[in-house]
T-cell receptor
Framework: DTEVTQTPKHLVMGMTNKKSLKCEQHMGHRAMYWYKQKAKKPPELMFVYSYEKLSINESVPSRFSPECPNSSLLNLHLHALQPEDSALYLC?????????????????FGEGSWLTVV | AQSVTQLGSHVSVSEGALVLLRCNYSSSVPPYLFWYVQYPNQGLQLLLKYTSAATLVKGINGFEAEFKKSETSFHLTKPSAHMSDAAEYFCAVSGSSRIDRRALTFGSGTRLQVQP
């Protein structure tokens, strides 16, 4: 079962709202990711968690706050967003073979959460 | 840093015709290369990946890609296009360092249209 589940599928929020996007995987993966995808553009990396620790933050504004409560869950907390933050937010996961020879980790993506900021 | 360039933002083929989507990589070390497909309003699905085990990689849905080091290319092909192949295709590369290898850098994407 290679499934990454994201909720909600669609979210509309005002610029003063606080909301969260949620992601779950049960593949035993220890690396989890958030990507942002604008219309007609490729996904752009936002955050990487490895073994529940934040290992990469691609200079993302602080109005986006990631959280990894355990190895299966990844959240993205949203606060004071701007209309230009409207996009498809993709969660992904992969095995993280630290210390082992890299063999081309496959990154599995969820269906995404469509965010509209009004 | 590793990067990929996809030549052609739009490709249109007739049903039954050969599909060729181009991807060139830039890397100072042997890269790990991937092709993903994104159907409208959906997430990304892995088609195939190159991890140096074999230069010709077969993927799902009849797609394959050949790694050519001399040309720094990893083009995606399918002998006969189906209407269901219409989608956005992304070439991607992951790094070789312990940090970089966990993340993907995507090309700009190629939209494939299949005409009846």
């Amino acid at each position: 079962d290679t499934e990454v589940t994201q909720t909600p599928k669609h979210l509309v929020m005002g610029m003063t709202n606080k909301k969260s996007l949620k992601c779950e995987q049960h593949m035993g993966h220890r690396a989890m990711y958030w990507y942002k995808q604008k219309a007609k553009k490729p996904p752009e990396l936002m955050f990487v968690y490895s073994y529940e620790k934040l290992s990469i933050n691609e200079s993302v504004p602080s109005r986006f706050s990631p959280e990894c409560p355990n190895s299966s869950l990844l959240n993205l907390h949203l606060h004071a967003l701007q209309p230009e933050d409207s996009a498809l937010y993709l969660c992904a996961s992969s095995q993280d073979l630290m210390g082992a020879q890299f063999s081309g980790n496959t990154i599995y993506f969820g269906e995404g959460s469509w965010l509209t900021v009004v | 840093a590793q990067s990929v360039t996809q030549l052609g933002s739009h490709v249109s083929v007739s049903e039954g015709a050969l599909v060729l989507l181009r991807c060139n990589y830039s890397s100072s070390v042997p890269p790990y290369l991937f092709w993903y497909v994104q159907y409208p309003n959906q997430g990304l699905q892995l088609l195939l990946k190159y991890t140096s085990a074999a230069t010709l990689v077969k993927g799902i849905n009849g797609f394959e890609a050949e790694f050519k080091k001399s040309e720094t290319s990893f083009h995606l092909t399918k002998p006969s296009a189906h209407m269901s192949d219409a989608a956005e295709y992304f070439c991607a590369v992951s790094g070789s360092s312990r940090i970089d290898r966990r993340a993907l850098t995507f090309g700009s994407g190629t939209r494939l249209q299949v005409q009846p």
